[in-house]
């Protein structure tokens, strides 16, 4: 039914109930209350909303052009999008641009928004971007689809956004409060009771919206009403309604009508839905009645629906994993699910999948339609990528471009974090816990990787800071991006060769301008971010540093308070009772990575000061290079002050290892000073043989006999064991 078209209400609607008692429990009814266990009641309503070529239709409303307009949305020369309107002149994605014109003059072309090399934000262009200095952007797809998903979100309580143009929404509660609020008996009733039987007669706003597949029976009864002569034949009638789950797909199709047409008036997108008991089903529906139509497969029909498929349109059967089930069940090229159904039981796929029971059960329950998966109103990001694939006739060959181009995938990536934490903050109660809600996830690692045209490969990854403020994220991806690019550069001989035989290095101490440094021809370049993990205050950086400079000195002054409290209080317990012989403190993980990052953000500010002693670069190598910026240096500062805070702080932790009180503790303060960057460095300095051995051992074994464990970095390892050791002279153990 179109979001267009007003419903008619009939007449109500009769049931045809064969038993005094439903085949339905109570508690399949009250399952539907539950988000954990609605999808596997038999009573589940499912639907599958998916936007009508939808980039085509975000560039029509853009453009304020009417749905009759043929358009199509276009990358290059390449159509990714075309509208109902432009396929009634038999275009489709696989024309040209070329070709799609021939077939309709009048057709409008709308490119899709593209980033300009060296810029981090997206715009449109007039007529057709150049291909070789722009980067198509998805960010106002993604944009709207942000925005749709809002408004699905204001109506259902459990929305599962499956890509950019379909979601998945789970309609139980809204179905049970529906049921509750027309038949208050349904209130009543144990668990274990089985429903009553369905009254005569339906309530009359209860119509169904929408296509109603039939039932195998429904088109049996048809056929045979045609075989019969004309003063035999009765009338086709409504769909059957026989129990409670007709009922509750019924009432589904109301409220899934409701949404679809909430978003047209609100935001002027048609869709079309698909409406069953689990989300396979659904899916296939939602593609069934287009465009702007819903269709409604009652759990009778399901058989007969399935007949119009094979096992390849469902999810997850498509490629070669059907293709390797088609051929080990040794189904015939002509035949669909339904085959399968009638000559496969449980035991028999079980006996030809006997290495995997799980797809077999998994094929059983597709085929029957009856493959039930839970909604999740948030989808675990592993990574994230920005890439172009740059013309032969215009590669990248000067160390400026390159540097543009990392200037716009940290762009692009900084978008598509926007995207991840609204979707994080904006989790559904009844999915998480409180403890869960609101978590932002950030990513540990940034990896570029690079090719040239003469078919070099190269590729490095970085260790990222965690930064809550995503402006200061995006910053980080630059600065971090313009550094590897240089470090991989180096390993290409060509690079060298190139420059007269001088380095990156010695060309950037020369302070010549970027546009100037030749690098090997690149012929693709992508940026990575991955490794997500949950964030939280004490691995933030920004939890300690603020956003601002005022935050910061607050965040200071909080922290020497906190330092002075517990300083005191183990000072006052000193006097009154001896210090008991000090225990092996155990540091969690994230303690452990924190230390390693305050270590290394401060090495790396000992570089930039070294760096800020050579001649001033020119502007342009200044915005290339991966110098930090003033925000920054100023968390460098910060820390590095924060460690100076640790020096006078720890001395006072000493008393804690001495039973002579507090003068003691002074005399021994003004032997041993505290200074963990100098204690650091001797131990990296071949003067301690314990330390070598120790770090033999991990090359050699590449196992740890402190933790116990196998490691992947000998030395990263060791930096880590020391950055422990840190710690624990830090807090007086």
């Known amino acids: 039914m179109s979001v267009k078209q007003e419903f008619s209400p009939g007449a109500c609607l009769a049931t045809t109930a064969a038993y005094s008692t439903s085949q339905f429990t109570f508690k399949d009814l009250r ?36 749905v009759e307009t043929p358009v199509v949305c276009v990358q290059w020369s390449t159509l990714i999008a075309v509208s109902y309107a432009a396929r009634k002149f038999g275009i489709g994605r696989l024309d040209t641009l070329q070709s799609a014109k021939q077939k309709c003059p009048n057709l409008v072309c709308a490119h899709a928004a593209v980033f300009k090399k060296g810029e981090s934000h997206w715009a449109y262009t007039k007529g057709l971007p150049n291909q070789a200095t722009h980067k198509v952007s998805l960010d106002p797809y993604r944009r709207e689809s942000r925005k749709i998903v809002k408004i699905f979100q204001q109506h259902c309580d459990l929305v599962e956004k499956a890509s950019v143009d379909e979601s998945y929404l789970d309609l139980g509660r809204l179905v049970y409060k529906k049921l509750l609020s027309l038949f208050p008996l349904l209130a009543e009733g144990q668990d274990s009771d089985y429903m009553p039987s369905l009254p005569d007669t339906l309530p009359e706003e209860l119509q169904f919206r929408g296509v109603v597949i039939k039932s195998t029976e429904e088109e049996n009864l048809i056929q045979n009403n045609t075989i019969m002569s004309l003063s035999q034949q009765f009338p086709e009638g409504p769909p059957t309604i026989g129990d409670w789950d007709d009922v509750c797909m019924l009432i589904g199709s109301m409220i899934v009508l409701d949404i679809r047409k909430a978003l047209y008036d609100e935001m002027g997108y048609t869709t079309s839905a698909g409406i069953a008991s689990n989300k396979q089903v659904a899916k296939l529906a939602g593609g069934f009645k287009k465009p702007d139509n819903q269709c409604v497969i009652r759990n009778r029909s399901t058989y007969s629906f399935l007949n119009n498929f094979e096992l390849n349109d469902v999810t997850s059967m498509g490629g070669k994993t059907g293709d390797f089930v088609l051929q080990k069940l040794r189904v015939p090229p002509d035949k669909g699910i339904s085959y399968i159904r009638e000559n496969f039981t449980l035991e028999a796929i079980e006996e030809e999948f006997n290495d995997d029971i799980p797809l077999a059960k998994k094929i059983y329950e597709i085929v029957r339609g009856n493959h039930r998966r839970e909604l999740v109103n948030r989808m675990d990001v592993k990574s994230m990528m920005s890439r172009k694939n740059f013309l032969a006739k215009h590669p990248v060959e000067t160390l400026s471009d390159a540097d543009s181009w990392i200037k716009v995938f940290a762009g692009d990536l900084y978008n598509r974090m926007i995207e991840l934490d609204e979707e994080n903050l904006r989790l559904s109660m009844s999915q998480v816990s409180n403890k869960e809600k ?51 550069l180096e390993t290409i001989t060509e690079t060298a060769k190139l420059n007269g035989g001088r380095t990156l290095k010695e060309l950037e101490a020369q302070s010549l301008d970027p546009r100037k440094i030749k690098v090997a021809s690149i012929s693709h370049l992508s940026l990575t971010i991955s490794n997500f993990i949950k964030a939280n205050d004490s691995s933030l950086i920004d939890s300690y540093t603020g956003n601002t400079e005022t935050d910061k000195e607050s965040a200071q002054a909080k922290l020497k308070q906190m330092f002075d409290e517990v300083n005191k209080s183990a000072l006052e317990k000193q006097e009154k009772e ?46 290339g290079s991966s110098m930090k910026t003033s925000s920054e240096k100023h968390d460098s500062k910060y820390i590095k002050k924060l460690f100076e805070d640790y020096q006078t702080q720890a001395s006072l932790d000493l008393t804690l290892k001495s039973n002579s009180g507090i003068q003691h503790a002074k005399e021994e303060n003004t032997k041993r000073k505290l200074d963990i960057f100098q204690s650091l460095q001797k131990r990296q300095k071949p003067q301690s043989k314990s330390t070598d051995d120790f770090l033999n051992t991990l090359l050699q074994t590449m196992y740890c006999p402190q933790c116990k464990e196998e490691i992947d970095n000998a030395v990263e390892h060791n930096d880590f064991h020391v950055a422990m050791e840190i710690s624990n002279r830090i807090n007086g153990h």
Not at 592 to 619: G, T, V
Request: glycine share 4%; aromatic share 8%.
């Open 31 to 66: 399952d539907l209350n539950d988000p954990s266990l609605s999808y596997l009641s038999p009573l589940s309503v499912i639907s599958l909303i998916d936007l009508n070529a939808f980039f085509a239709q975000v560039e029509q409303l853009r453009l304020g052009l009417p």
């Open 438 to 488: 609101g978590v932002i996830k950030r990513p540990k690692t940034l990896s570029i990787n690079l090719g040239t045209s003469s078919g070099i490969r190269r590729s490095k990854q970085a260790q990222l800071m965690q930064y809550s403020s995503l402006d200061r994220l995006w910053e980080h991806f630059e600065q971090i991006g313009y550094r590897i690019l240089r470090d991989l």
């Open 578 to 623: 001896p210090s008991p012989a000090p225990q092996p403190r155990i540091i969690s993980s994230e303690d452990k990575s924190y230390i390693k990052k305050l270590f290394d953000d401060f090495q790396m500010s000992n570089h930039i000061e070294e760096a800020s002693k050579s001649p001033k670069r020119s502007e342009n190598k200044a915005q």
